[in-house]
């Protein structure tokens, strides 16, 4: 079982990125976008649960950030726009197969696999 995140790099302050996250081995039914910053821990950004996705967010990404699926190719990605310097931080894509309670979504511990993490830089 693996998950590839993909699609980091730098942007400056107000441009897009679009992340995905490619599961292999297996299905999910919960998905989310974690990030990082040197010295802190990580932050949930946004969560897709269930094949129907309903998704979530962080309030400090509603309504710039977008996370969709492709069950066919097993795929999630997360459309970031209006990026500003603070989203800057290396994005992780978490899953697991269980359905948890929705609190527990925000949660790294809720998460059984991980992908290796992407740098986003946005640049002011």
């Known amino acids: 079982v693996q998950l590839q995140a993909s699609g980091g790099g730098l942007v400056q302050a107000g441009g897009s990125l679009r992340l995905s996250c490619a599961a292999s081995?297996?299905?999910?039914?919960?998905v989310g976008w974690f990030r990082q910053t040197p010295g802190k821990e990580r932050e949930f950004v946004s969560a897709i649960r269930g094949r129907g996705g309903s998704t979530h967010y962080a309030d400090s990404v509603k309504g710039r950030f977008t996370i969709s699926r492709d069950n066919a190719k097993n795929t999630v990605y997360l459309q970031m726009n209006s990026l500003k310097p603070e989203d800057t931080a290396v994005y992780y894509c978490?899953?697991?197969?269980?359905?948890?309670?929705?609190?527990?979504?925000?949660?790294?511990?809720?998460?059984?696999?991980w992908g290796q993490g992407t740098q986003v830089t946005v640049s002011s």
């Open positions: 978490a899953a697991t197969p269980q359905r948890f309670a929705l609190s527990s979504i925000y949660y790294p511990n809720t998460y059984g696999y």
């Open positions: 081995g297996r299905t999910f039914d919960t």
